[in-house]
């Protein structure tokens, strides 16, 4: 039988930024493989490089050293293009702040990445509605972003990032603006979802109490892995 593979692999990830002059190392050689259906935690204070390593994962930006795999394929040797096609067939993004297209229906956004992937309409609406209803919000599936609280826009992006069943979920403090009881729910939602779709996740935060609640703890301090 044949080993699984990881999702995502990184060696040696570094990313420096120069200010002033000064040489600012924000990632200082990252190692990290993450396994098929695994969920793991990046814990660090702010600024501590957990964005940027997120960016890098999700192939937002160049500027980087060393070895990004996704789901097997080597990303520092692909075009532009073929980057952008990795991360639109492998990965789901929930952003602290939900970025939710303010004239679109919650099922619109949910569609929308779906019709990009080349999702006939009938079935990006029909799986739109399906997870919008998993989440609680089959009342609200008509209702655009500034008609939803603060916990039901985001649990709009959670489906968004889901609607198109990633090999891999990266979260950026997705419930950093919400009260504990919604940040609660919220995280609960998401790591049902990912686990009920066999997806992996790496989900940055600062609050201990939610991390420990996933499968692997991993802490980033002065941009290294520990």
Do not use: W
């Amino acid at each position: 039988m044949n080993e699984a593979k990881p999702v995502v692999s990184l060696v040696d990830l570094r990313r420096t930024f120069h200010q002033g002059g000064v040489a600012i190392e924000v990632l200082r050689g990252v190692n990290l493989d993450i396994m098929p259906g695994e969920i793991v935690a990046l814990l660090g204070p702010s600024g501590s490089g957990k964005s940027t390593m997120l960016q890098a994962i999700g192939l937002l930006e160049g500027g980087f050293q060393g070895l990004i795999e996704i789901a097997g394929t080597d990303a520092s040797k692909l075009s532009g293009d073929a980057r952008t096609a990795l991360r639109r067939d492998h990965i789901g993004f929930v952003y602290q702040f939900h970025h939710l297209l303010p004239d679109f229906t919650a099922t619109e956004n949910v569609v929308l990445p779906q019709l990009i992937a080349g999702t006939p309409k009938a079935e990006a609406t029909a799986q739109a509605r399906s997870l919008l209803e998993t989440l609680g919000l089959e009342h609200r599936l008509d209702h655009r972003p500034s008609q939803l609280s603060g916990g039901e826009q985001q649990r709009v992006a959670v489906a968004r990032a889901l609607a198109n069943r990633p090999s891999l979920v990266l979260a950026d403090e997705p419930t950093g603006n919400l009260d504990e009881a919604t940040a609660d729910r919220v995280l609960d939602e998401l790591l049902r979802l990912v686990r009920g779709q066999g997806s992996s996740a790496l989900i940055a935060t600062h609050n201990e109490r939610l991390a420990f609640r996933m499968d692997r703890v991993l802490r980033l301090h002065e941009g290294v892995l520990e």
